[in-house]
């Protein structure tokens, strides 16, 4: 009886040694870096505006140029008017700008700015970021896109 014991110990032993090990490989595995938001509304940096970002046509092309649209609301909700609005951005992880001049091209009403000449050349992470000039004062957003 008692060597049935010592076999049922031993097998509670290599268990707990398993589970230790596993543990320690799943621990010491490398962690993927979280991938960059791509969020297609969003507050500004300083939280001046709401800014809403989205391709014109709803779809995103690649090698196109496109027009986009950059929808701007204060913090409580109202339409921002009349504002100047300047485009910048590239692609961080090859460390190269933007293929176009992308510009804010016309007020279509409701704070909705089109936005011409966006295009992305190539798959990978694009960044687009706005400077915003208004009534309420100056911010700027960043939007993330992936292709």
């Known amino acids: 009886m008692a060597s049935i014991w010592r076999y049922i110990l031993a097998g509670l032993g290599l268990a707990a040694l398993l589970v230790g090990i596993v543990a320690a490989v799943y621990l010491t595995l490398p962690q993927s870096a979280p991938g960059p938001d791509i969020s297609r509304s969003k507050k500004t940096a300083n939280g001046l505006f709401v800014a ?20 701007l609301k ?4 109202v339409p921002v008017e009349g504002a100047a609005i300047t485009v910048s951005g590239g692609m961080p992880q090859h ?11 016309d007020y279509l009403g409701d704070g909705r700015y089109r936005i011409d000449g ?30």
């Open 95 to 105: 460390d190269h700008g933007l293929p176009t001049s992308p510009q804010a091209t």
């Open 118 to 147: 966006v295009k992305f050349t190539m798959s990978g992470w694009w960044q687009l970021r706005f400077a915003i000039s208004a009534a309420a004062g100056s911010d700027s957003v960043l939007f993330n896109i992936v292709l």
């Open 52 to 71: 809403s970002f989205e391709p014109e046509r709803g779809v995103i092309r690649q090698g196109e140029l496109q027009s986009w649209l950059l929808t």
């Open 74 to 77: 204060t913090a409580a909700g």
